[in-house]
């Protein structure tokens, strides 16, 4: 199932939930974003639960950026990855994963 709202004021928002294809297990998978464009700037902010069937939640933020100068645009990116200690296939132990992008892109 997924939603997505029409665009307001340049904000959109979406929605999603993905149900489990395995009897006695919940796998299911939640997922919200909300993004901005208007003129030069744009922003996505994103936030993903991944339900493993232990009971263990794999929880992904990211956080993404552009700002458009005309002769070049600037790119900023943002992800967190966290997961509790569990016994699914990540293993049995804390997982923090944290990371961080910059660019840009020059027109020709």
Known sequence: MKYASPGMGGFNFAASYGLDETANASNDMVDFSV???????????????QKEGTGEDLKITTLNGSYDFGMAKLLASYAKTKSASGSSGL??????????????????
Do not use: C, E, V
């Open 35 to 49: 993004s901005y464009a208007g003129g030069p700037l744009a922003a996505n902010l994103a936030y993903q639960i």
């Open 91 to 108: 293993g049995s132990r804390h997982i923090r994963l944290q990371k961080a992008a910059l660019g840009r892109l020059f027109y020709a």
